[in-house]
């Protein structure tokens, strides 16, 4: 590819990209509906949870230095506390309190010890057990305040929530938190040789880019909107966008190569739609173009299917994350092994279709049979993207490998 030289690399080319997007405005959304959102601001602890000092196990709250010599000590047991329950009784030297898991601690106590380490003492009427174990202070005592503190930084803004978190939130008796808004997403389809999967082909294939790419955007955090299908003219095009108001990122497929057809960056530009990048060195996806008009973010995506799933995974997605508030937004990568042998000219930095599984300790990728760019066959069944570097042209049994996980399938 002799103007390979002349093309973005991937991680610069998403490091512009990037550069151009910015957490949304916040909206308020039930707990239940924030799972994968982000703080937009920071919460802090209106409540001490737990409230109390309370008992990690079914056991004995006992005072750790009568424990400290011989063994075992036999204790009086001065009552039983539940979870839910308060202990009346305060744990004096030489005493213990039953006390069940989550019960708080009674005072005078500063250790559990497990039931299982003490021995009831056998007839005598009086309520003793024999403790056959030392324990030291702390020993299996959850600490009041261990999960927030009255006044306090609970979590920081730009905090992804994740199932725990959204647990913390709850705790403080929250039903809602700020979050940044979930991206508008306008999806185009451009080709004469389109139709929609509920039409008579008549010569035309499906467009199965828009309701794919509609899934991963759903999938990212978006919201998708489809714009339908424009045929391959300047006007056809204009007039589809022309109606992409509103939203914060519009995706096209097709229509940015060199072909004689492939209007999309003329036309972009002739709505206002300043370029930012075209083109980056990586198969499949190159003809990829990026711009923007006030805040809204334009991608052309390569028509190919499989092209416009990789570009958006390894660019698109990123930029759905990072205008829903999170920091860590580039695809994820892992160490694998390569199964088999890879071969390619140097230039393009190539995402090769992988089936990745775990054996022998180590996760050995196995390219997939078909690498085209037209046939969503060869996207179908990949687990990962193998990252074959700009300029290798080959790869051996065995060799390390980059893997980046699709987020694409089942
Ligand atoms: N002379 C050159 N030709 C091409 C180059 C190049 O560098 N020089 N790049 C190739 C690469 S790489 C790609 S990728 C494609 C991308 O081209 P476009 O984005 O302009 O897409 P089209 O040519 O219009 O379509 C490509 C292919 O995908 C099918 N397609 C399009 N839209 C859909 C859809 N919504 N659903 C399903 N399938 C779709 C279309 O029918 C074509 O078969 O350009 C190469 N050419
Ligand atoms: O880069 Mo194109 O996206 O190979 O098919």
Redesign the pocket.
């Given at each position: 590819m002799n103007?390979a030289a002349t093309l973005l690399p991937e991680d610069e080319a998403r490091a512009r990209i990037l550069a151009l997007a910015m957490p949304l405005s916040a909206e308020w959304v039930a707990l239940e509906d924030g799972l994968g959102r982000t703080l937009a601001e920071d919460v802090m602890a209106q409540r001490t949870l737990p409230p109390w000092d309370n008992s990690a196990m079914d056991g004995y709250a006992v005072r750790a230095a009568d424990l400290a010599g011989a063994l075992p000590v036999r204790l009086p047991v001065l009552e039983t506390v539940f979870a839910g329950g308060a202990p009346r009784q305060e744990v004096r030297p030489g005493t213990c309190v039953r006390i069940m898991t989550g019960a708080p601690l009674p005072s005078g106590a500063d250790a559990v010890v497990m039931r299982e380490r003490v021995r009831p003492v056998p007839d005598g009427g009086a309520d003793e057990v024999d403790v056959l174990e030392a324990v030291v202070p702390g020993q299996f005592v959850r600490p009041r305040g261990e999960d927030a503190r009255e006044g306090e930084l609970l979590l920081a803004q730009g905090t992804p929530l994740g199932i725990p978190e959204l647990g913390l939130l709850w705790g403080q008796g929250m039903l809602s938190a700020p979050v940044p808004r979930a991206p508008r997403v306008a999806i185009l389809?451009?080709?004469d040789?389109?139709c929609r999967a509920d039409e008579a082909p008549r010569g035309r294939?499906?467009?199965?880019?828009?309701p794919?790419l509609a899934l991963a955007v759903r999938r990212a955090g978006g919201l998708p909107s489809l714009l339908g299908?424009a045929q391959?003219t300047r006007d056809s095009v204009a007039e589809a966008l022309s109606r992409a108001h509103g939203f914060d990122v519009v995706l096209t497929?097709?229509?940015?190569?060199?072909?004689e057809?492939?209007y999309?960056k003329e036309v972009l530009a002739a709505i206002g739609v300043e370029q930012h990048l075209w083109?980056v060195a990586i198969?499949?996806?190159?003809?990829l173009v990026v711009g923007k008009r006030g805040s809204t973010l334009f991608f052309?995506?390569?028509?190919?299917?499989t092209?416009?799933l990789v570009t958006f995974e390894l660019f698109v997605r990123p930029t759905l994350r990072k205008l829903l508030g999170h920091a860590d937004v580039a695809p994820a990568r892992v160490s694998g092994r390569l199964e088999g042998k890879l071969a390619k000219p140097p230039g393009l930095a190539h995402f090769v279709r992988v089936v990745a599984s775990w054996k022998d300790g180590a996760l050995w990728a196995r390219p997939l049979s078909t690498q085209t760019?037209?046939a969503l066959r060869s996207a179908a069944a990949a687990t990962h993207l193998l990252h074959f570097a700009r300029e290798a042209s080959s790869l051996s049994h065995g060799d390390p490998v980059e893997l980046l996980p699709v987020s694409w399938g089942a």
């Open positions: 103007d389809s451009t080709g040789e389109l294939i499906v467009d199965t880019n828009a794919s299908i391959d497929s097709a229509g940015v190569s060199v072909g057809r492939d999309v083109r198969k499949p996806g190159k003809p052309g995506l390569p028509g190919n299917p092209s416009s760019s037209g």
